[in-house]
């Protein structure tokens, strides 16, 4: 179990551009989701894939984002024409679904990665 | 909606001595969630509690729910300068994975 794993650790883009992020959730866990913490706050949900299906979006997440989780394994989450507002520490988190044998199982907790700061100048 | 708030937002401690951090939540739950940051690093997840009156304590740390009156509190024993990190609980609001986090509790202890 090498943990969620996420790429790049650091972005800083201008204004207008596109950036691209890449989760790798822990190999068992299905469900995948992306949070977003910005300074001297708790992360903020903004989507949730249960294997390829991406099942809720928040309404933090604009047109400008889209997140895919082609095969079920790692997920990318886009965000094109990037503002100065967007700039945040992006998390992905993994977990097993609820149920089964197990304490972690049961209390599935999610199990988040370093995250990616992106800073948008 | 579901509505999380933590306090002190900031605690500044000495070595060695006790302290508690709250959580008030504003609608019913069954689980809470208690995870720590360090900077720059992810967030770990300390505890899960599922029910009234649960207690779990690993270390210097425990943390207990009192569902009747929407309040979590993590209790620090004898604090240590490694105990220094922001500490969140979170709970599930509409599904499991949709975490409402409080805004944190920046710990730092100090000799």
């Not at chain 1, 889209?66 to 886009?78: C, D, H, M, N, V």
């Not at chain 1, 990037?82 to 049961?106: F, N, V």
């Not at chain 2, 009747?68 to 969140?88: C, E, N, P």
């Given at each position: 179990d090498t943990g969620v794993s996420q790429d790049p650790r650091h972005k800083i883009t201008k204004r207008g551009q596109n950036v691209t992020f890449r989760c790798d959730p822990i190999s068992e866990h299905n469900r995948l989701y992306w949070y977003r913490q910005?300074?001297?706050?708790?992360?903020?949900?903004?989507?949730?894939?249960?294997?390829?299906?991406?099942?809720?979006?928040?309404?933090?997440?604009?047109?400008?984002?889209?997140?895919?989780?082609?095969?079920?394994?790692?997920?990318?989450?886009?965000?094109?024409?990037?503002?100065?507002?967007?700039?945040?520490?992006?998390?992905?988190?993994?977990?097993?679904?609820?149920?089964?044998?197990?304490?972690?199982?049961?209390?599935?907790?999610?199990h988040f990665g370093n995250g990616t700061r992106l800073t948008v100048t | 909606e579901l509505k999380v708030e933590q306090n002190p937002l900031f605690l500044s401690m000495q070595e060695g001595k006790n302290y508690t951090i709250y959580c008030n939540y504003s609608?019913?739950?069954?689980?809470?969630?208690?995870?720590?940051?360090?900077p720059g690093k992810s967030l770990e997840s300390l505890f899960v509690l599922l029910s009234n009156g649960a207690v779990k304590q690993e270390g210097r740390l425990m943390a207990s729910l009192d569902?009747?009156?929407?309040?979590?509190?993590?209790?620090?024993?004898?604090?240590?300068?490694?105990?220094?990190?922001?500490?969140?609980?979170?709970l599930p609001w509409w599904f499991a994975g949709n975490l409402i986090f409080g805004k944190g509790t920046k710990l730092s202890v100090k000799p």
């Open positions: 910005t300074l001297g706050q708790g992360p903020e949900f903004l989507t949730y894939f249960q294997n390829e299906a991406q099942l809720e979006k928040s309404r933090l997440l604009s047109d400008r984002f889209s997140a895919e989780r082609p095969k079920g394994s790692f997920s990318t989450l886009e965000i094109q024409r990037t503002e100065q507002g967007d700039s945040a520490m992006y998390l992905c988190a993994s977990s097993h679904p609820p149920g089964g044998q197990g304490q972690d199982r049961y209390n599935s907790p999610l | 609608t019913t739950s069954d689980r809470l969630y208690w995870y720590r940051q360090d569902t009747k009156a929407r309040l979590s509190t993590l209790h620090i024993t004898a604090a240590v300068h490694d105990l220094s990190a922001t500490y969140f609980c979170a």
